[in-house]
């Protein structure tokens, strides 16, 4: 597998976590936030919610600059980690040809605004070599995979749902040069799925974005663990860091802020948190 090319690292936020209503508000948002970069929610454009043209004119022409796109798979259940083991990704059989639909819209979407990478969530990609789904989620990502790399287009699989092992091990199956991994730390906690800076180590050279996001592990095995401010949570944010400068030193870091009701507090917070930790990281 082919290392994930790099741009020069920036430090910026998703547009969901700031739960946007028009493009103006994110706009203000993002400025709100004192960074100038943004992984987009392409669901937003698909849906048309928001025009692509005046979405990227508007931050174009307030210095903001979108340096990669988020897609979501439909049927997604994160009620409980048991609902999305059974429909996360693009597991759901009734989905498929839906899923497969917003996978194509979503690479024209951010091919025209000139992107290079999208990231998503793959599922629960089974742990084990011979569980009956693994080739059919194979075949799977890499159709989808293969979507976005006709456009241009990289791809980012979310960690978090299954270990480092089980996502290096799937990667090398998948046999795709364009697929590499958003590495979120929190979430490798909140599923319970290892510890994030080993896990780091693991995936280094795969990293192709981190999203900046914390939390406290479950007290009962089977729960969700907690999401919290950066900083607050079980990251081990300076060693992270460390080996994040040693194994991917360029890639971008985007604030993800899925809880809570002060979304650019924490996202300032958050920001503040980095480049203290960092000391380089640019907006």
């Not at 996978?103 to 979407?109: C, I, K, M, S, V």
């Not at 992107?115 to 011979?130: K, M, Y």
């Not at 990502?141 to 979310?158: H, K, M, P, S, Y």
């Not at 985007?254 to 009701?261: D, V």
Request: charged share 25%.
């Amino acid at each position: 597998m082919a290392t994930m090319p790099k741009l020069p690292r920036r430090l910026g936020v998703c547009s969901w976590s700031l739960q946007p209503h028009s493009v103006e508000e994110l706009v203000r948002s993002v400025r709100a936030c004192g960074v100038e970069c943004i992984q987009l929610s392409l669901a937003s454009l698909r849906t048309r919610s928001f025009d692509r043209e005046r979405t990227s004119d508007a931050l174009s022409d307030a210095g903001i600059t979108i340096r990669s796109g988020m897609t979501a798979m439909r049927g997604e259940d994160y009620s409980s980690l048991e609902s999305i083991r059974r429909t996360g990704g693009i597991r759901l059989d009734a989905h498929w040809r839906e899923n497969l639909a917003i996978a194509r819209a979503d690479a024209d979407n951010a091919s025209a605004l000139g992107l290079e990478l999208v990231t998503f969530h793959a599922g629960f990609l089974p742990h084990d070599r011979t569980d009956p789904e693994r080739p059919k989620l194979l075949e799977r990502l890499q159709t989808i995979v293969d979507v976005f790399a006709d456009r241009g287009l990289n791809v980012g699989f979310e960690t978090g749902q299954e270990s480092a092992a089980t996502l290096l091990e799937f990667l090398s199956d998948l046999d795709r040069d364009t697929a590499g991994v958003n590495f979120d730390p929190a979430n490798m906690i909140l599923y319970g799925m290892g510890d994030p800076v080993v896990a780091l180590e693991e995936l280094g050279r795969l990293v192709a974005q981190v999203h900046v996001k914390d939390a406290r592990a479950a007290k009962q095995p089977g729960a969700w663990g907690q999401e919290v401010i950066v900083g607050q949570g079980e990251v081990d944010w300076p060693q992270f860091f460390a080996v994040l400068d040693d194994v991917a030193p360029s890639v971008d870091l985007m604030i993800e802020r899925e809880a809570g009701t002060q979304r650019i507090a924490d996202v300032k917070q958050a920001r503040d948190f980095v480049r203290s930790v960092t000391g380089a990281a640019r907006t």
